[in-house]
């Protein structure tokens, strides 16, 4: 059974860092291509931004890029996402999501996800 | 970037009925197009890839289909766990990868 398990998630002032991590199970990792979508509260889904599954590309949205990075560690199964310089507009539901495929550069569509993690920005 | 609009935002339907979700392409996108159900606090889960294909274990009732820029994924005779959010995702071109607004299905 595949699992994708976000954790990370929590309240930070604006301007202040998160880190999230989704631990992977079930799946053969390194020839999954992962990425993080979020869902704003009432709010439909954005993505946020892919890794290849040799972490040799990455990309992200513009609304998040310079901001937040995206890394993985095939030895440990997991996935991650360095948020900074967070601003109140970041506050969603973060999901990981696999892509049965290691590119990131066409056909990336989510075959599998994770319930994901709360991240509140708020003074 | 190619901007993905459903519609309706809500549709309000009884158990046993039929319905179709609509979702437009700003461009054309082929076939392109992913649906996910997304049930009360669970996580998305992929319905329909390459606008027509159901994924693995999604039950027959639903279906998709697709016109230049306008995709359509029906379902027959809902059951009381289709009543979700359902969002449909273009994998044309990106990043980024679009998805759209979300439409409601509610009894």
């Known amino acids: 059974e595949v699992q994708l398990l976000e954790s990370g998630g929590g309240l930070v002032q604006p301007g202040g860092s998160l880190r999230l991590s989704c631990a992977v199970s079930?799946?053969?990792?390194?020839?999954?291509?992962l990425s993080w979508v979020r869902q704003a509260p009432g709010k439909g889904l954005e993505w946020v931004s892919s890794i290849s599954g040799g972490a040799e590309s990455t990309n992200y949205a513009d609304s998040v890029k310079g901001r937040f990075t995206i890394s993985r560690s095939n030895s440990k199964y997991s996935l991650y996402l360095q948020m900074n310089n967070l601003r109140v507009e970041d506050t969603a539901v973060y999901h990981c999501?696999?892509?049965?495929?290691?590119?990131?550069?066409?056909?990336?569509?989510?075959?599998?996800w994770g319930q994901g993690t709360l991240v509140t920005v708020s003074s | 970037e190619i901007v993905m609009t459903q519609s309706p935002a809500t549709l309000s339907v009884s158990p046993g009925e039929r319905t179709t979700l609509s979702c437009r392409a700003s461009q054309t996108i082929s076939d392109k197009l992913a649906w996910y159900q997304q049930r009360p606090g669970q996580a998305p889960s992929l319905l329909i890839y390459d606008a027509s294909t159901r994924a693995t274990g999604v039950p027959a009732r639903f279906s998709g289909s697709w016109s230049a820029t306008e995709f359509t994924l029906t379902i027959n005779s809902l059951q009381s766990e289709d009543f979700a959010l359902y969002f449909c995702q273009q994998y044309y071109k990106g990043p980024p990868w679009t998805l759209g607004q979300g439409t409601k299905v509610e009894i």
């Open positions: 999501a696999a892509t049965p495929r290691p590119n990131i550069d066409t056909d990336v569509v989510f075959d599998y």
């Open positions: 079930g799946l053969p990792f390194s020839t999954y291509a």
